[in-house]
């Protein structure tokens, strides 16, 4: 393939920007902001995961105190019942009054047995009330943390994504005037070595694979018109010869 060696040495600029875009690109998908999110996003739905079980805990000792009271009250009115009965004198039978009596100290112990069980289950409530805010508060910084790093990220991707944009803006006018079939050739090789399709023969050295050429190379690349494209010997990449190639 020829090529005038201008249009050979204007490839290399071609690739300096393309070059350019590429390692924005890798730094835009390589911030660490990335994988701080994905580490505090899953912590966070650890975390909520352990308040929601929290919250079911609380929920539960909640109807369960409730019913605690309910049972409470409905022994404590009964026993009242009874002892109303007792006082106003409606029951005269010796042997009724004997069982009543008894009932009432049923009652009372029952009274005392349903409040232990109420003020342990008032407990209860009390320490998954704790854990339950314990837990709403760790959430909540959290959920801090997450939206400070996804701004933090989020402006370093725009100014990232400016630059590539700037950046990118450029290439139309640096590709203009290459010939259709070099850029074609630059475009593959681009592809398949890594976004390197061009580099420089430098101090006898490849810029894309960056090995020195042996001498039976260098001198079959220095009778090549300097019209003709070479080509690396050891990567296949396109060599532009320049002042500096050492020939």
């Known amino acids: ?93 010796p042997k009724d ?19 232990d069980e109420e003020l342990e289950v008032m407990e209860q409530l009390e320490q998954a009330q704790a854990e339950l805010d314990r837990l709403a508060a760790e959430v909540e910084a959290s959920q801090r943390r997450i939206d400070e790093v996804t701004a933090a990220r989020d402006e370093k991707v725009d100014r990232i994504d400016t630059e590539i944009r700037v950046t990118s803006a450029e290439r139309p006018a640096t590709v203009e005037g290459l010939p259709d079939d070099l850029l074609a050739l630059y475009e593959r090789l681009r592809a398949q070595k890594g976004g390197v399709g061009a580099a420089e023969l430098r101090a006898r050295q490849c810029g894309g694979c960056m090995l020195t050429l042996d001498p039976l190379e260098l001198s079959r690349i220095r009778s090549l018109p300097a019209d003709e ?13 320049t002042a500096e190639s050492g020939l």
């Open 1 to 93: 393939m020829k090529a005038d060696p201008f249009a050979q040495v204007k490839l290399l600029d071609v690739q300096a920007l393309d070059a350019r875009i590429d390692q924005l690109r890798h730094q835009r998908a390589a911030l660490p902001e990335h994988a701080e999110l994905a580490r505090l996003q899953e912590a966070h739905k650890t975390l909520d995961d352990q308040k929601r079980d929290a919250q079911i805990a609380v929920d539960d000792l909640t109807t369960a105190q409730r019913k605690a009271d309910a049972d409470v009250e409905a022994v404590k009115r009964r026993r009242q019942r009874d002892q109303e009965r007792m006082d106003s004198g409606a029951i005269s039978n």
């Open 97 to 115: 009054l004997e069982r009543m009596q008894s009932e009432l100290g049923a009652l009372d112990r029952r009274i005392s047995v349903l409040e």
């Open 229 to 241: 494209v070479a080509r690396c010997e050891e990567c296949s990449r396109i060599l532009v010869r």
